[in-house]
């Protein structure tokens, strides 16, 4: 790890400013809609400051924080996934010539970018996203081309929402991998940490002091009282064996008496990357795009297959959801499909909570 530094709050006017100088576009949480999405920033201001949010089980609540404090909202449901993944994108056209059809792959413009403010699940999440898109056998140039050169200043968590459980799933809230620079917030200013060349680089511009001794340590301290005071906890250590072998709990069938199979808790995970491809004709047939679109586990056609549908239930579908995630992910992948996020749990419009979901499966087990 490298030397601790020391940086004013008014330098992070300084860095957004020589971030876009050294030709990235800066973005950071910027509050919109009753939440926070990353958005374009050009000064610290166009940042959330002084405020928090509260969420719980189907609830999220933008308010009044203390005062000063810019990193104070935790995360909302926007993490950085639609920045790389794209909701919605073109993969080829095809074009009607007089003799047959010309076929060009389409190819992103992306600008370079740099995010203020990732916190450390979001960067763990990350990581599982370039593991599928980038280090498997098939390298995605979508991904990739927007991925490159991509810089990020992570946030270290000091406050925990009540639905985090990052501590559980060893993804946070300290930001260990994945950054260029990190920092953690204190009254003062900030404690900075380099995590890439790239970053020692930016640093070096920056003319940061040594942090002192106490300075690093109360930054810590922080990270620890927040890890120590998480309100929601996942035991993991049953995990995949227990969701394989209770495929035929009863808590499934329960579990879809509540679920709604509306694929919010998809949308808004960081790691999901169920998606389908369509073609999408002109209506003069002369021209064909294959369209590449976010799509979940939860609908219906996802599982819809030459004439049969294998997930008919929503039954079938919470428990393929759950199961992939905590289960068969680490077999295809080698980590967990879940980074503690919290999202689905925020984002669930009837509340439905993955942690309670494993617990009540366990106890069940053990009431047998
Ligand atoms: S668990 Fe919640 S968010 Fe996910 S599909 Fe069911 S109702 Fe929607
Ligand atoms: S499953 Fe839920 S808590 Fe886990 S990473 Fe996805 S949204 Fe976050």
Redesign the pocket.
């Known amino acids: 790890m490298s030397e601790s530094l020391s940086m004013p709050k008014a330098a992070l006017d300084d860095l957004i400013a020589l971030l876009w100088r050294e030709g990235f576009k800066v973005l950071g949480p910027v509050a919109r809609d009753s939440g926070v999405a990353f958005s374009e920033i050009r000064k610290t201001s166009d940042m959330p400051i002084g405020m928090r949010e509260s969420q719980e089980a189907g609830r999220y609540r933008l308010g009044a924080g203390v005062g000063g404090e810019i990193f104070g909202v935790v995360n909302g449901a926007g993490s950085l996934k639609p920045f790389f993944f794209a909701p919605e994108e073109t993969l080829l056209e095809i074009q009607r010539e007089r003799r047959g059809f010309k076929v060009t792959e389409t190819t992103p413009s992306a600008p370079r970018l740099a995010f203020i403010g990732v916190r450390a699940c979001d960067l763990a999440a990350l990581a599982v996203q370039d593991r599928i898109f980038l280090h498997d056998r098939f390298r995605d140039t979508h991904y990739a081309a927007r991925r490159q050169d991509t810089f990020f200043v992570a946030v270290n968590c000091t406050r925990s929402a009540a639905t985090c459980f990052c501590a559980s799933m060893k993804s946070g809230p300290e930001a260990r991998s994945g950054f260029d620079l990190s920092m953690t917030e204190m009254e003062q200013g900030f404690v900075v940490r380099s995590g890439s060349p790239v970053g020692d680089a930016i640093a070096a511009k920056l003319n940061l002091g040594a942090a002192r001794d106490e300075e690093v340590a109360a930054a810590s301290g922080r990270i620890s009282e927040c890890a120590g005071g998480m309100q929601r906890h996942l035991d993991t250590s049953d995990l995949p064996r227990l969701l394989y072998d209770e495929a035929d709990n009863s808590r499934w069938t329960e579990v879809a008496t509540?679920?709604?199979?509306?694929?919010?808790?998809?949308m808004v995970c960081p790691t999901c990357f169920c998606h389908t491809v369509i073609d999408e004709q002109e209506l003069e047939g002369n021209m064909s795009r294959r369209v590449r679109k976010w799509d979940s586990c939860?609908s219906l056609e996802h599982a819809h297959i030459h004439g049969i549908n294998f997930r008919p239930k929503i039954h079938d579908r919470?428990r393929q959801?759950l199961t992939h995630k905590l289960a068969s992910w680490i077999d295809q992948f080698g980590t967990s499909g879940c980074v503690g996020c919290g999202r689905?749990i925020t984002?669930?419009?009837?509340g439905?909570d993955l942690t309670e979901e494993v617990a009540a499966i366990r106890s069940q087990r053990g009431n047998r």
Not at 258 to 266: D, Q
Not at 347 to 350: A, G, M, Q, R, T
Request: proline share 6%; hydrophobic share 35%; aromatic share 22%.
């Open positions: 509540r679920c709604l199979s509306c694929t919010n808790c998809t939860f919470y959801w689905c984002w669930c419009p009837v439905i």
